[in-house]
């Protein structure tokens, strides 16, 4: 099982970024896949999650709900989030992971993640 995060990188307040992770060893249909993120001196947080197309859930936190968008590739094996209107307090290294043993959505948890990718938002 492993996932690859890509897509992080610095933009202005207002600006817009679109996370992939790419899944190998397994597909959606098997796991759902959530966003975590981690800031400097904070807790992790779930922020968004997404299951394959028969339970079709999805999940956001309130914190990004409105402005950030999961969606799943064509061959459920990516997974997208699309950032727009960003934040200040959006910067973190954000984690794209999975939980073998859940089905839905939120995780809460998780057994597998990625490497992590830095997103930073700042004038």
């Known amino acids: 099982v492993q996932l690859v995060e890509s897509g992080g990188g610095v933009v202005q307040p207002g600006g817009s970024l679109r996370l992939s992770c790419q899944l190998s060893g397994f597909t959606l249909d098997q796991h759902p896949i959530a966003w975590f993120r981690q800031a400097p001196g904070k807790e992790r947080e779930e922020i968004s999650c997404?299951?394959?197309?028969?339970?079709?859930?999805?999940y956001y936190d309130q914190s990004v709900r409105g402005r950030f968008t999961i969606s799943r590739g064509a061959s459920q094996k990516e997974v997208f989030l699309q950032m727009d209107d960003l934040k200040p307090e959006d910067t973190a290294i954000y984690y794209c992971?999975?939980?073998?043993?859940?089905?839905?959505?939120?995780?809460?948890?998780?057994?597998?993640r990625g490497q992590g990718t830095q997103v930073t938002v700042s004038t």
């Open positions: 997404i299951t394959d197309r028969r339970e079709n859930q999805i």
């Open positions: 992971v999975t939980r073998q043993s859940r089905r839905w959505c939120p995780l809460y948890e998780y057994d597998h």
